[in-house]
C-alpha cells in the first residue's frame, strides 16, 4: 500500500512500525509463532523423539507410590521428555504438543467463522440501522450476558453420541463467540457511517452491499485484526475450561484442559505436581502470547475498544 | 423519582419477555434430545404399554407446546404427575421433576446453590474491591512502579486460566505450604469460621482473575476524570487531593464498573463453576455436569433457565444501581 502524496506513509505501515517497536509485541509475536510451529509439527516433533500419546509405560511407574511415575520430575529422561503420565506411563511431551495442536485448532478454526459472522452482522447493523439494529443489538446483549458456559455443558446432552465432539465445540463456542466480536465491530462501524465517503458512495448509486464491501470494510481491517486476535486466546482458554469439565475433546485426543482437570488428583497429594505444571505452562504460554501480541495490535493500530458504551 | 420507578416497570417488563424467549428456545432444543427420558424411566423389560404408561406419568405423550406451559405453569403454581396414591407431587416454583433421582429439580439446584453462589459472591466482592483499589493506586501513581505492578498483576490476570491458578494455589498454599484446606466445602449454618476458612483459595484465585479487567477499566477512566473540568475546579477551589479523588474522581469510575460487572454476571457463575470443581465442591456445575452424564432432561433444563433466570435479575439490580448512580440512564 504505497501513498501518492509525498512524505505520508500509509496507516496500516504506521501501525506495523510501532508494532516492530513495542517490545512486548515482539515477545508475544516470538511466542506465538514457535507454539504455532510446535502445533503444526507436533505430529513430527513427537515421531522425532520416538514416542506417541497412547502407549503405556507401566514399568516407569511405581506402584509404591500409587503409581505416581519413577524418578525426579515426572520420570523426565533422554526419551520422555516431559516425563510420562501417571496411572498410565503415556508420554507426556507427546500429550503436552499435540493437545496445544488440538487447542489451537479449534480456538482458530472459531475465531475465523466468529470473525467472518460478527464482522457482517456489525457491519450490517451500523449501516442498515433501525429496527434492525435495534433487535441486533437486544440479541448480543443478551448472548453476551449469558451464562455462557452453563449453556455449552447442557447442549452436551442434546447432541446423538455419533457426533464429533470437537466440531460440536467448535460450533458451540462459535455459536456464543461472534456476539461479543460483533457489538465491538458495530460500535467501531457506526463513527463511520455517518463520514462524508460513506455519503458519497450512497449519494452516487452504490448499494448497501457495495458501501459496506468496498468503502467500510477496509476502514474496519484494523479493528478487526485488533478483535480477533484478541479473541483467539479467549477461546483457547474456553476450549480448555469445558475439557476441563470433561464436556470438551474426549480421550484419546489429547487435550490440555483435559489432563489438566486428570491432574488434580496427583496435586491435592502432591504426588506428582508435573503431570499440572507441563500442560499448564503449555496453556499459559498460548494464552499469554497471544494477549501479549494481541494488545501490541490494538496500540499500533492505536484502536480504542469499548466494552462498555 | 417518578423517572427511576418507570425505569424500573421498563426494564422489569423487558427482562420478562426475555425470560420467556429464552425458556421457550430452551425448551424446543432440549426436547429434541434423542434419548427418550420415558425410555430410561421405564426399566427392563420395557413393554411397549408400560413404555406408554411411563409417558403419559411423566406428560411427555402431549405436544411439546402444551408439556412448555404446563412447565409455565409449574413455575408460578407447581404441578402433579399421575393420579391417587401413586402421584408427584412438585412444588411452586417447579423447574421440573428428575424421575431418575425421584426429586423435584427445584430442591436439587436449592441443594447446590449455596455452594456456587458462597464462591460467586465472596469472589464478586473481593474482586470489585481489589480491582477498583489497585486502579485508583495505579492511575495516582502514573508510569511508576506500583503503576508497573498493578499494570502486570492485570496482565498475568487476563492470561491465566482460572481451574489452572486454582490448581497452582492448591499445590503451592494447600500442599507445600500446606496453609489451607485443599478441598470440600463446608455450609455455612455449620460453622461460619470453616465455611470462610475453605472458600478463601477459590476467592482470591477468582477475584485476582476478573480483578484484572476492572484495574485496567478504572486505571484508564480515573487518568480520564482527573483531567476533567470539575475536577480542575474541584482543586482550585481548595478541596484536598484525597477528598477530590475519593468523592469526585471515584463517582466517574463507579458507572463504567458497574457497567462491565453486569456484563461480567454471566462468566462470573461460569468462573465459579470451574473453580468449584477445582476445589472437589459439589455445585450446581456438578449438578449439571452430572446430569448430562445420565441423561437426565429435566435437570438440565431446570439448571440452564435457572441460572439463565438468575443472570437477567442480577442484571436488573445492577441496572438499578446504575439508574441511582447516573441519572442519565433512566431518563434515557
Same mark, same amino acid.
Given at each position: 500500500m504505497s501513498s501518492s502524496v509525498a512524505g505520508t506513509v500509509s496507516p496500516t505501515r504506521q501501525a506495523m512500525r510501532r508494532l516492530?517497536?513495542? @517490545?512486548?509485541?515482539?515477545?508475544?509475536? %516470538?511466542?506465538? %509463532?514457535?507454539?504455532?510451529?510446535?502445533?503444526?509439527?507436533?505430529?513430527?516433533?513427537?515421531?522425532?523423539?520416538?514416542?506417541?500419546?497412547?502407549t503405556y509405560h507401566?514399568?516407569?511407574?511405581?506402584?509404591?507410590?500409587?503409581?505416581?511415575?519413577?524418578?525426579?520430575?515426572?520420570?523426565?529422561?533422554?526419551?520422555?521428555?516431559?516425563?510420562? +503420565?501417571?496411572?498410565?506411563? @503415556?508420554? =507426556?511431551?507427546?500429550?503436552?504438543?499435540?493437545?496445544?495442536?488440538?487447542?489451537?485448532?479449534?480456538?482458530?478454526?472459531?475465531?475465523?467463522?466468529?470473525?467472518? #459472522?460478527?464482522?457482517?452482522?456489525?457491519? *450490517? /447493523?451500523?449501516?442498515?440501522?433501525?429496527?434492525?439494529?435495534?433487535?441486533?443489538?437486544?440479541?448480543?446483549?443478551?448472548?453476551?450476558?449469558? &451464562?455462557? =458456559?452453563?449453556?455449552?455443558?447442557?447442549?452436551?446432552?442434546?447432541? &446423538?453420541?455419533?457426533?464429533?465432539?470437537?466440531?460440536?465445540?467448535?460450533?458451540?463456542?462459535?455459536?456464543?463467540?461472534?456476539?461479543?466480536?460483533?457489538?465491538?465491530?458495530?460500535?467501531?462501524?457506526r463513527s463511520l457511517v455517518a463520514r462524508e465517503f460513506v455519503e458519497a458512495a450512497r449519494s452516487v448509486g452504490s448499494s448497501g452491499w457495495m458501501v459496506i464491501t468496498r468503502e467500510l470494510l477496509p476502514n474496519l481491517l484494523g479493528p478487526v485484526l485488533v478483535i480477533a486476535t484478541l479473541a483467539i486466546p479467549g477461546y483457547i482458554g474456553a476450549e480448555a475450561a469445558l475439557s476441563f469439565l470433561g464436556v470438551g475433546v474426549p480421550p484419546?485426543?489429547?487435550?490440555?484442559?483435559?489432563?489438566? *482437570?486428570?491432574?488434580?488428583?496427583?496435586?491435592?497429594?502432591?504426588?506428582?505436581?508435573?503431570?499440572?505444571?507441563?500442560?499448564?505452562?503449555?496453556?499459559?504460554?498460548?494464552?499469554?502470547?497471544?494477549?501479549?501480541?494481541?494488545?501490541?495490535? @490494538?496500540?499500533?493500530?492505536?484502536?480504542?475498544?469499548?466494552?462498555?458504551? | 423519582m417518578p423517572d427511576l420507578v418507570w425505569f424500573l416497570i421498563r426494564r422489569l417488563f423487558a427482562a420478562l419477555l426475555v425470560m420467556l424467549a429464552l425458556s421457550l428456545a430452551v425448551y424446543l432444543i432440549f426436547y429434541a434430545i434423542p434419548a427418550d427420558p420415558a425410555h430410561l424411566a421405564c426399566g427392563k423389560p420395557c413393554t411397549p404399554d408400560r413404555l406408554e404408561q411411563a409417558r403419559h406419568f411423566m406428560q411427555l405423550d402431549q405436544s411439546t407446546l402444551q408439556q412448555y406451559l404446563n412447565?409455565?405453569?409449574?413455575?408460578?403454581?407447581?404441578?402433579?404427575?399421575? +393420579?391417587?396414591?401413586?402421584?408427584?407431587? !412438585?412444588?411452586?416454583? !417447579?423447574?421440573?421433576? *428428575?424421575?431418575?433421582?425421584?426429586?423435584?429439580?427445584?430442591? =436439587?439446584?436449592?441443594?447446590?446453590l449455596p455452594v456456587t453462589a458462597s464462591i460467586a459472591l465472596g469472589a464478586a466482592v473481593l474482586w470489585l474491591l481489589i480491582g477498583v483499589s489497585l486502579g485508583v493506586i495505579a492511575a495516582l501513581n502514573r508510569g511508576r512502579i506500583l503503576d508497573r505492578l498493578a499494570v502486570g498483576v492485570a496482565l498475568i490476570g487476563v492470561s491465566t486460566p482460572s481451574f489452572l491458578l486454582g490448581l497452582l494455589a492448591i499445590l503451592v498454599f494447600g500442599f507445600w505450604l500446606n496453609m489451607v484446606p485443599v478441598n470440600g466445602y463446608v455450609p455455612f449454618t455449620e460453622s461460619p469460621v470453616d465455611?470462610?476458612?475453605?472458600?478463601?483459595?477459590?476467592?482470591?484465585?477468582?477475584?485476582?482473575?476478573?480483578? /484484572?479487567?476492572?484495574?485496567?477499566?478504572?486505571?484508564?477512566?480515573?487518568?480520564? +476524570?482527573?483531567?476533567?473540568?470539575?475536577?480542575?475546579?474541584?482543586?482550585?477551589?481548595? /478541596?484536598? +487531593?484525597?477528598?477530590?479523588?475519593?468523592?469526585?474522581?471515584? @463517582?466517574? #469510575?463507579?458507572?463504567?464498573?458497574?457497567?462491565?460487572?453486569?456484563?461480567?454476571?454471566?462468566?462470573?457463575?461460569?468462573?465459579?463453576?470451574l473453580i468449584e470443581k477445582v476445589f472437589s465442591m459439589q455445585g450446581l456445575g456438578d449438578l449439571l455436569i452430572s446430569a448430562v452424564g445420565q441423561l437426565d432432561v429435566a435437570v438440565v433444563v431446570g439448571v440452564t433457565l435457572f441460572s439463565a433466570f438468575l443472570i437477567i435479575l442480577a442484571n436488573l439490580v445492577v441496572d438499578l444501581v446504575h439508574g441511582v448512580l447516573d441519572p442519565r440512564v433512566s431518563h434515557g
Open positions: 516492530r517497536r513495542d @517490545r512486548s509485541a515482539r515477545v508475544g509475536l %516470538v511466542v506465538v %509463532v514457535l507454539l504455532i510451529v510446535i502445533a503444526a509439527a507436533a505430529p513430527l516433533l513427537v515421531r522425532l523423539a520416538g514416542q506417541d500419546a497412547t507401566i514399568d516407569l511407574l511405581d506402584p509404591a507410590r500409587g503409581n505416581a511415575p519413577r524418578g525426579p520430575v515426572g520420570g523426565a529422561s533422554g526419551t520422555h521428555w516431559f516425563g510420562v +503420565e501417571p496411572l498410565t506411563g @503415556r508420554d =507426556l511431551f507427546a500429550i503436552v504438543v499435540l493437545g496445544l495442536r488440538t487447542s489451537l485448532f479449534i480456538a482458530v478454526v472459531v475465531t475465523l467463522i466468529t470473525t467472518v #459472522v460478527g464482522t457482517l452482522a456489525g457491519i *450490517s /447493523a451500523a449501516y442498515f440501522g433501525g429496527w434492525y439494529d435495534a433487535v441486533l443489538s437486544r440479541l448480543l446483549d443478551f448472548l453476551f450476558g449469558f &451464562p455462557q =458456559l452453563v449453556f455449552m455443558i447442557a447442549l452436551g446432552i442434546v447432541v &446423538p453420541a455419533g457426533f464429533p465432539r470437537w466440531l460440536l465445540l467448535i460450533l458451540v463456542l462459535s455459536f456464543f463467540g461472534w456476539a461479543g466480536l460483533a457489538r465491538l465491530i458495530r460500535n467501531q462501524a484419546p485426543t489429547p487435550s490440555l484442559g483435559r489432563s489438566i *482437570s486428570d491432574s488434580i488428583a496427583w496435586v491435592y497429594t502432591g504426588a506428582d505436581p508435573w503431570f499440572l505444571l507441563f500442560p499448564g505452562a503449555m496453556l499459559f504460554f498460548a494464552v499469554l502470547g497471544f494477549t501479549l501480541l494481541g494488545d501490541g495490535v @490494538r496500540d499500533a493500530f492505536d484502536v480504542r475498544l469499548r466494552r462498555t458504551n | 412447565f409455565l405453569k409449574g413455575i408460578v403454581a407447581g404441578r402433579t404427575f399421575g +393420579e391417587g396414591a401413586a402421584a408427584v407431587h !412438585c412444588d411452586a416454583p !417447579c423447574f421440573g421433576y *428428575s424421575f431418575p433421582l425421584a426429586r423435584p429439580v427445584t430442591t =436439587l439446584i436449592m441443594d447446590r465455611w470462610a476458612w475453605h472458600l478463601v483459595t477459590p476467592w482470591i484465585v477468582l477475584a485476582i482473575l476478573q480483578a /484484572a479487567s476492572y484495574i485496567r477499566l478504572t486505571r484508564s477512566q480515573m487518568l480520564e +476524570e482527573l483531567n476533567l473540568d470539575y475536577i480542575t475546579t474541584a482543586r482550585a477551589k481548595g /478541596a484536598g +487531593e484525597a477528598r477530590v479523588v475519593l468523592t469526585h474522581g471515584l @463517582r466517574g #469510575v463507579l458507572v463504567p464498573v458497574i457497567t462491565l460487572f453486569g456484563l461480567d454476571l454471566g462468566s462470573l457463575l461460569g468462573g465459579a463453576i
